[in-house]
């Protein structure tokens, strides 16, 4: 089986940053890229899908967070990511505070200062691949053109920039998605499994250029990931099981984290893997 390298080949990312303009876009230069205190949810009496996790990513972080199906980590990216309210507890981006702004509010700190990157890709089919990466951009008051051509070439997909998604592979639909989540220059980037339906080869090329992103460019990344490969390529490993943080490792390794899968038992074995690698 092929493996991964560890941070081999970082690709540059994408710079520049829109122009601030609303109360959702103020920021604390100085505080964390995202903070959770005592973040919880509950979804009825007695279904419980997270428990209360703290938690503090810093700027320039690569964190995955790990765990079997129903472990809880999807419901721990939503609700750091906006997308869903906890039922308990508080979570800022930058500095801001997610509980205090409505939903208008919450919905321009998502698309100025937050960057996502799915497995799907979520690509828009009708748009080129320009028009893909610059659709943040669009959406607000920033200068498109430029900003979009820098982050093609950052990914290495420069002279792609007229084709439209359905034209590139599947790795480079992905790369594109990761220009896409950068071009705003966000306070945290989420990747929701960014290499799930990759071949071995080919996350290798999109999870080095996530590393670079943070390498080289200063930038923030938390990871949904079950791929012990996937999370090597990290700073820190979070483990998740029955909605609650049962293990954490800075700095893993493919085996390592395979090792202490198949220890914490309760359905991480089959996505260990045999031998530290990705799982059939």
């Avoid at 829109?18 to 876009?25: G, H, L, Q, Y």
């Avoid at 990344?221 to 609650?244: C, S």
């Amino acid at each position: 089986m092929r493996m991964f390298g560890r941070r081999r080949d970082p690709a540059t990312a994408t710079a520049g940053r829109a122009p601030a303009k609303a109360t959702a876009r103020r920021r604390d230069p100085g505080a964390d890229a995202l903070t959770l205190e005592g973040v919880g949810r509950e979804y009825r009496p007695g279904v419980v899908a997270l428990h209360p996790v703290d938690l503090v990513v810093p700027r320039g972080r690569f964190l995955a967070v790990m765990g079997p199906s129903g472990s809880g980590k999807s419901t721990l990216l939503q609700c750091a990511a906006g997308l869903d309210r906890p039922t308990a507890g508080t979570v800022r981006i930058g500095g801001t505070e997610l509980s205090s702004l409505k939903e208008a509010a919450l919905t321009r700190l998502r698309r100025e200062r937050v960057g996502f990157v799915f497995q799907a890709h979520n690509l828009v089919p009708s748009l080129s691949v320009a028009e893909n990466v610059a659709l943040p951009l669009l959406l607000g008051d920033a200068p498109v053109g430029e900003r979009a051509r820098r982050g093609l070439a950052a990914v290495g997909l420069e002279e792609r920039s007229e084709d439209a998604p359905s034209e590139l592979s599947g790795g480079q639909r992905q790369r594109v998605a990761v220009a896409r989540a950068l071009v705003t220059d966000p306070d945290i980037v989420f990747a929701d499994e960014p290499t799930g339906s990759l071949d071995p080869a080919t996350a290798h090329d999109v999870l080095a250029l996530l590393r670079g992103a943070v390498d080289r460019d200063g930038h923030t990344i938390v990871m949904v990931t079950h791929d012990p490969v996937a999370a090597a390529w990290t700073d820190e490993a979070l483990f998740l099981a029955r909605g609650r943080v049962v293990a954490r490792l800075n700095r893993p390794d493919a085996r390592q984290v395979s090792s202490l899968m198949r220890d914490l038992g309760g359905g991480w074995e089959a996505a260990a893997g045999p031998d530290g690698g990705r799982a059939a």
